[in-house]
């Protein structure tokens, strides 16, 4: 599974726009992003989708993130992981 693409990204960037709302996090690249200084979030593409791989607990857990209800997912464990710190 290789790292995300631009026209991948393109298609995800709704859920990089509420990502970025956390004040925690930088992102150093377009779609990677840090927390303090270790990786964070960051996704892929495949042809099953695409996917988002979250630190939790020092361990990456992978979501699809393909369809609106995976995102959903996705940003609520991003919220919990995360405290709900949001803008």
């Known amino acids: 599974m290789k790292h ?3 026209a991948s ?3 995800l960037e ?7 709302k956390y004040p925690g996090l930088k992102e150093k690249k377009r779609g ?5 200084s270790a990786g964070f979030i960051h996704f892929h593409e495949d042809p099953a989708g695409f996917f988002a791989d979250l630190k939790i607990q020092g361990e990456f857990q992978r979501y699809n993130v393909t369809t609106s209800a995976g995102q959903e997912v996705f940003l609520e464990a991003v919220a919990a992981v995360m405290g709900s ?3």
């Open 9 to 11: 990204l393109d298609a």
């Open 32 to 36: 990677t992003f840090y927390q303090k």
């Open 4 to 6: 995300a693409g631009d």
């Open 85 to 87: 710190g949001k803008i």
């Open 14 to 20: 709704n859920l990089l726009v509420e990502i970025r």
